[in-house]
């Protein structure tokens, strides 16, 4: 297959300007807000520990998920110099081998971060820039199939950052309950991560991405995303029934129908408007995640 040539200009620095564009810092509001959910899940108080909180919020975001989309950018710098010309890398704006440079990098200087924030934080941190790695990066390469790369990414923006924001407040692996509520929300970000890949279904087909949306077609996609997106809501729900919160799981019940109502709306014609419910139903959903979290609190800290 014949590349659009890279600039190649390893004699300059890349510009500030140019860095933060390659991190993307619009990306990490998921990671930073499920932190957060995590870290109000443990029921310690903020007060006290503003340090932790900070530390945690800035190594879910501007660290691990910066450094996934510095991975991303320079495995895709062939795909994107096709597709979007003037990204960092393939504009020649982030120069030579900085992208890769920049990768490294910030993945050590998470490794770090993390292993700063307590044991716990650098398991959790080591697991995530592990995916980060797999999900861009041969020989695993896990975002060539739709099925396996969404699942990366929603363990490491939302089961691995609540993970997280538990355990470093708490300085101790957290509940059971806030493990089963990280693992659910990270079933419904696969869904989430679907919507995602309708932009680029065309993009995808040529050069053999395997996204839900190019493997199964639009309208079939998109109803696997609402499945999903749905059925860990309900797991969550009876959960939350099961520990005696039903003042929390009608509040998601309440979340969950405005979603569905929406859903009606995304499945009569996903590829118009994936955008439109990723702005709309999934702020529903996160809004759902702060719930669980105030819920389990008591069991948290009586753990």
């Known amino acids: 297959m014949l590349h659009t040539p890279i600039p190649v200009q390893s004699n300059q620095l890349p510009k500030p300007a140019a860095v933060l564009e390659l991190f993307k810092p619009v990306t990490w509001f998921a990671a930073m807000w499920a932190f957060m959910c995590g870290a109000v899940s443990s029921g310690q108080p903020f007060f006290g520990n503003m340090h932790l909180l900070l530390g945690g919020m800035l190594l879910a975001g501007p660290m691990v998920c910066a450094s996934s989309q510095a991975v991303n950018d320079w495995y895709d710098r062939h795909v994107d110099a096709i597709n979007e010309p003037n990204r960092p890398i393939p504009s020649g704006r982030i120069p030579g081998q900085w992208g890769l440079y920049l990768a490294i990098t910030w993945s050590g200087l998470s490794l770090l971060l993390g292993l700063a924030l307590g044991v716990w934080a650098f398991a ?115 959960m939350l029934a099961w520990i005696g919160k039903p003042f929390h799981a009608v509040a998601i019940i309440g979340l969950l129908c405005a979603q569905l109502l929406l859903m009606i709306d995304l499945l009569s014609d996903p590829r118009g408007k994936a955008i439109w419910y990723s702005a709309t139903g999934v702020t529903l959903f996160v809004l759902g995640m702060l719930v669980s979290a105030f819920a389990v609190q008591p069991w948290s800290i009586a753990g």
């Open 124 to 238: 959790a941190t080591l697991v995530a820039v592990f995916f980060a790695w797999a999900y861009s990066a041969p020989p695993l390469r896990l975002k060539l199939n739709g099925w396996w790369g969404n699942a990366a990414v929603g363990i490491s923006y939302e089961g691995i950052s609540w993970f997280t924001g538990a355990a470093v407040m708490l300085g101790a692996f957290p509940h059971p309950l806030i493990i089963f509520l990280a693992l659910a929300y990270s079933v419904g970000a696969h869904g989430i991560m679907t919507l995602n890949d309708f932009k680029s279904i065309e993009g995808d087909r040529l050069m053999g991405v395997r996204s839900l949306p190019a493997q199964l077609g639009p309208d079939r996609a998109a109803l696997v995303a609402c499945v999903i997106m749905g059925v860990s809501q309900v797991a969550v729900i009876c």
